[in-house]
């Protein structure tokens, strides 16, 4: 693949091309005969449990369509588990727009009520621990991890309840590790981001609930069997790569570097092109490599080979049923979705700054989903903050002056002296 770094560089593009994924992806397309109920009911749950939202944050999460998405991928389970699958992943996508512009604390925060919720279903034990304590009143992050949790360990097996709260605790740790690197102004390079976006994905959890949805509990040595880890990670990666692809415009305009497109271009020298065929190139082989390992997939026993048969449907139903939903949604192409899908044509969007409205309205969707519900008050964005007077200053400015004066007369004064004192002896010294 050609690299273009020169003059390219230094003229920014107006568009980019995407690459053809839906037409590389022959997986057959299915959809909950229930999925477009179940939905509704599921965006409604969020809405309710979630008063702090805005305006267009609301209006937003309608246009999400995250329970059409749902119903694409658990196309075949029932009605009472669609939903919730459903209420999981809004509420994961809720928890990827607040943390997107999370420092390290508040990430850490966010993680621990979160797990608290999954740890303690049954009521809410807050942590007393020096530095990480939490408020009397359970916070709303909370209380919608601990709904949708005691709701699913009613009838979830013992293996995807374990494996669901690990990888969710996985999920949390990368975005620790997304936050530090945003703190600390690092972009990482390919291999490191690679590892972490696996994790900030959220697909590994929402793999786990393939089982769950389906009534079924895979073994450890079948989990563990390199062609189902490589199916998995195989799915993993093209949900996530393409979706680096479909969001990279949006992501672009607020700033975000957490993306393969960005990482490719800053660190190996690819224009916006060449670094969006490249990740397509590697979607398309992602989808490839997972039709051969299907091919591979060896025998377990009868039992176990139509457990593992639903389970690998799945994972290849979140392929396609990922892809087509990237049109659909509002998220990455507005209402424009169904004719980027036709000609794949996107126009860049405008930067905005990272550290304006944008920031703050994370920062204070992070506070109130944090905070009990009555405590929760709408930050004042248009009033300016009150002057802070820096007593210090004139201090701090006399105390430089004493410290410098010396040094100026020393310099000045001093050395010239002391050079012409040792001027004769200095003339002396032969030169070989």
């Known amino acids: 693949m050609p690299v273009h770094n020169s003059s390219a560089l230094s003229s920014r593009p107006d568009h980019f091309i995407l690459p053809d994924l839906v037409g590389h992806c022959h997986f057959p397309l299915s959809y909950h005969p229930n999925g477009d109920a179940v939905a509704a009911e599921s965006v409604k749950w969020l809405d309710e449990g979630c008063p702090e939202l805005s305006p267009k944050a609301r209006k937003a999460f309608y246009g999400l369509q995250a329970g059409e998405l749902t119903a694409y991928c658990y196309s075949t389970c029932s009605a009472e588990r669609l939903r919730v699958v459903s209420d999981f992943m809004n509420y994961l996508f809720h928890l990827d727009n607040i943390s997107d512009g999370m420092m390290r604390t508040g990430a850490e925060e966010l993680s621990d009520v979160v797990m608290n919720a999954l740890w303690f279903p049954d009521r809410y034990v807050p942590t007393r621990c020096p530095r990480k304590m939490q408020p009397a009143a359970e916070p709303s992050a909370g209380k919608m991890a601990r709904d949708y949790w005691s709701r699913c360990i009613r009838d979830a097996k013992p293996?995807?309840?374990?494996?669901?709260?690990?990888?969710?605790?996985?999920?949390?740790?990368?975005?620790?590790?997304?936050?530090?690197?945003?703190?600390?102004?690092?972009?990482?390079?390919?291999?490191?981001?690679?590892?972490?976006?696996?994790?900030?994905?959220?697909?590994?959890?929402?793999?786990?609930?393939?089982?769950?949805?389906m009534d079924i509990d895979l073994p450890d040595f079948v989990v563990t069997h390199p062609v189902i880890k490589a199916l998995n990670q195989g799915a993993n990666d093209l949900v996530t790569w393409s979706n680096?692809?479909?969001?990279?415009?949006?992501?672009?305009?607020?700033?975000?570097?957490?993306?393969?497109?960005?990482?490719?271009?800053?660190?190996?020298?690819?224009?916006?092109?060449?670094?969006?065929?490249?990740?397509?190139?590697?979607?398309?082989?992602?989808?490839?490599?997972?039709?051969?390992?299907?091919?591979?997939?060896?025998?377990?026993?009868?039992?176990?080979?139509?457990?593992?048969?639903?389970?690998?449907?799945?994972?290849?139903?979140?392929?396609?049923?990922?892809?087509?939903?990237?049109?659909?949604?509002?998220?990455?192409?507005?209402?424009?979705?169904?004719?980027?899908?036709?000609?794949?044509?996107?126009?860049?969007?405008?930067?905005?700054?990272?550290?304006?409205?944008?920031?703050?309205?994370?920062?204070?969707?992070?506070?109130?989903?944090?905070?009990?519900?009555?405590?929760?008050?709408?930050p004042p964005l248009d009033t300016p903050p009150e002057p802070t007077v820096r007593k210090e200053e004139s201090t701090s400015s006399l105390r430089s002056l004493f410290t410098c004066v010396p040094l100026f007369v020393f310099f000045g004064l001093g050395v010239p002296t002391i050079l012409f004192l040792l001027s004769g002896e200095i003339s002396a010294i032969p030169i070989l």
């Not at 696996?198 to 793999?207: A, I, Q, Y």
């Not at 660190?267 to 989808?287: K, M, P």
């Not at 860049?348 to 109130?368: F, I, S």
């Open 159 to 213: 293996g995807p309840q374990a494996r669901f709260k690990e990888n969710l605790e996985l999920f949390f740790e990368a975005v620790h590790q997304q936050a530090r690197d945003r703190e600390a102004g690092i972009i990482p390079d390919l291999e490191s981001y690679m590892n972490v976006r696996r994790d900030t994905s959220g697909c590994k959890p929402v793999f786990d609930l393939i089982e769950y949805a």
């Open 244 to 378: 680096d692809i479909f969001s990279y415009n949006v992501e672009q305009a607020r700033g975000d570097t957490h993306n393969m497109i960005t990482i490719l271009m800053e660190l190996q020298g690819l224009d916006l092109q060449s670094a969006v065929d490249f990740v397509g190139d590697l979607c398309e082989q992602t989808i490839d490599a997972f039709i051969e390992n299907q091919r591979n997939l060896p025998s377990f026993g009868p039992e176990l080979d139509r457990d593992v048969a639903l389970y690998v449907q799945g994972l290849q139903d979140w392929i396609v049923g990922s892809l087509h939903w990237s049109f659909m949604t509002e998220r990455y192409f507005g209402t424009s979705g169904a004719e980027i899908k036709k000609n794949r044509i996107v126009k860049l969007l405008p930067r905005k700054n990272a550290d304006g409205d944008a920031r703050t309205l994370v920062l204070y969707l992070h506070r109130a989903w944090l905070t009990p519900v009555r405590q929760i008050s709408s």
